[in-house]
């Protein structure tokens, strides 16, 4: 097995949150206890996807402020909230709202775009406006702004018995340094380095200047550093679906087998007129996929992750991989727990 060039220094996983429409609490709950075991077995971060008009998380800002209750220490974070569907500024506010009662660690990833099925929501997400609504990168700008303290008004003082500030409060120190952008594409990942933020790159990317995955991913997270102020020291994070099996039952194995194998077709070539090009689970011992992530050419220029939980396993199955992932996966990557290096 090829050595890495530097130990993995931070390990996180990321979850959809499904649940049941009958009893929508207990997916939800599921959720909460996944993170509180991803706390216990020394991960970095939690990250949470983002669903609309689904039966997965919508609000993940609200499930992460109770997230943040449960816990004390993992980092929690969203890959990511569309920013479509979102005010700019009411989103700063629930975000600094959330890191303030996380004592500091929400790492909000967002990305741009119309909202999907845009033309049959638009009435009802923008009634008014929906022609006229901006989902280019300006959307993403008027965040960081009001997270990172600009004024949002050229009013302040006080009237009458009130006080009011011209920046968005609360205001959150810090929380504009942990901004991602989640982007599949040359230009975003431009975009995202020359506006110093983070850089959240996952197992869908476009295929614009070649058909091989890692090459594509490799590109895009050396095209982020280049334009980013930090230069080699920007931070990125790879989201590659992985499924450790040391501990795997053999009806776990076999239905974690069936999964990959039914999405496989989809990575043999780019996809629709976006030519997305989709990366391959990897399912196997931690030592077996350890070697995969050692090959992977993207993989050996950064050094944190956050893994993709696969969408539709249940409560067990999730126990299991995280358990490996922390327990077995982790250390051969050469990442050591938090709660060891604490």
Request: glycine share 8%; proline share 7%; aromatic share 8%.
């Amino acid at each position: 097995m090829p050595l890495p060039s530097q130990p993995l220094r931070k390990l996180g996983f990321l979850t959809i949150g499904l649940f049941d429409e009958a009893d929508p609490r207990k997916g939800h709950e599921s959720t909460l206890e996944i993170i509180q075991l991803g706390e216990r077995l020394g991960f970095d971060s939690a990250w949470l996807r983002h669903r609309h008009l689904q039966y997965g998380i919508s609000s993940p800002v609200a499930v992460l402020a109770a997230a943040s209750q449960r816990t004390t220490r993992i980092e929690l974070g969203t890959a990511v909230i569309p920013l479509g569907w979102e005010n700019p500024l009411r989103l700063a506010e629930d975000l600094a709202t959330v890191d303030i009662l996380s004592g500091g660690r929400l790492n909000p990833g967002i990305s741009v775009g119309p909202p999907m099925h845009y033309d049959q929501v638009k009435q009802a997400l923008y009634p008014d406006t929906a022609d006229a609504e901006d989902f280019g990168y300006d959307r993403v700008a008027r965040l960081l702004d009001f997270v990172r303290g600009k004024p949002a008004t050229d009013f302040s003082g006080v009237e009458g018995f009130e006080v009011f500030s011209d920046r968005v409060q609360p205001h959150a120190p810090g929380l504009g340094r942990r901004l991602w952008y989640g982007g599949g594409s040359l230009r975003s990942a431009q975009w995202a380095g020359e506006h110093a933020m983070n850089f959240l790159t996952s197992s869908v990317v476009k295929a614009e200047e070649s058909e091989d995955f890692a090459e594509v991913q490799l590109s895009h997270v050396r095209t982020f550093r280049a334009h980013h102020p930090d230069g080699d020291r920007a931070r990125v994070s790879q989201g590659l679906v992985v499924i450790p099996t040391d501990s795997a039952s053999p009806e776990q194995r076999a239905k974690y087998e069936a999964y990959a194998e039914k999405r496989l077709p989809r990575t043999a070539t780019p996809q629709g007129p976006a030519r997305l090009m989709f990366a391959p689970d990897l399912v196997g011992t931690s030592a077996e996929i350890a070697e995969q992530l050692y090959a992977h050419a993207a993989f050996r220029e950064i050094d944190e992750v956050a893994f993709a939980l696969p969408f539709t396993f249940e409560h067990d199955d999730y126990v299991q991989i995280l358990t490996d992932i922390a327990t077995r996966l982790g250390p051969a990557l050469g990442w050591q727990a938090s709660v060891q290096r604490a």
